[in-house]
């Protein structure tokens, strides 16, 4: 972090990619644990949002709560600025961090939103992805690390639901955003 409070993005391209992995492997287990699988898939979808989201905005650099998201030129042209005020750093953003939200991260992605908004399957598969276990909780699949299966009404039925919304839901993400460019360098 330098001395204005800015840091460098995580690599979302890098941390997608490993959470796809040890998705997968966790999927392979002989007792898939459902809890963590729906917890860590959301993880999967929230990360492969991101580096789209950074990829098509151009964003590098980060405020240090990391909600704020700056392009290069953004990020130089607020350091120049001296001895602003926290608040107006807001004004040079390009985006900022859809948090744990996956609805709210496709959204902020404009051809992405324009092609989900008319798709009621897709947007009820956001709704599942996001929230399991229809709790309505404040943060969604993040919260399920408190969750004792035991402690899950038709947690199997849930699973099942919530397996081919995750499905769906990833392969709709990766055929619309196949033509962005992969940029090893975010």
């Known amino acids: 972090m330098d001395n204005k409070g800015f840091k460098d993005l ?3 391209y890098l941390a997608y990619k ?5 998705y997968m492997q966790i999927n392979k287990l ?5 809890i963590l699988l729906m917890h860590w898939g959301g993880i999967v979808i929230e990360t492969y949002i ?5 990829q098509i905005s151009g964003a590098k650099k980060c405020n240090s709560s990391g909600n704020l998201w700056y392009t290069m030129d953004g990020f ?12 107006k750093y807001k004004n040079y953003i390009c985006t900022e961090n859809p948090g744990h939200a996956i ?3 496709i959204r902020s992605i404009d051809f992405l939103n324009e092609l989900i908004t008319s798709n009621i399957k897709i947007l009820r598969d956001v709704k599942v992805v996001e929230d399991p276990l229809r709790k309505e909780s404040k943060n969604g699949f993040i919260d399920l ?4 299966p035991e402690s899950v009404d038709r947690l199997d039925k849930l699973f099942i639901e919530w397996n081919e919304s995750f499905k769906s839901l990833l392969k709709w993400l990766i055929e619309n955003t196949k033509n962005i460019e992969v940029r090893m360098d975010e």
């Open 10 to 12: 995580e690599n979302f």
């Open 18 to 22: 490993s959470r796809f992995k040890e």
């Open 30 to 34: 002989e007792d898939v644990p459902k």
């Open 50 to 54: 991101k580096h789209i989201l950074v």
């Open 76 to 87: 130089n042209y607020t350091i120049k600025q001296g001895n602003m005020r926290k608040n």
């Open 103 to 105: 609805e709210g991260g």
């Open 145 to 148: 690390r408190y969750i004792a």
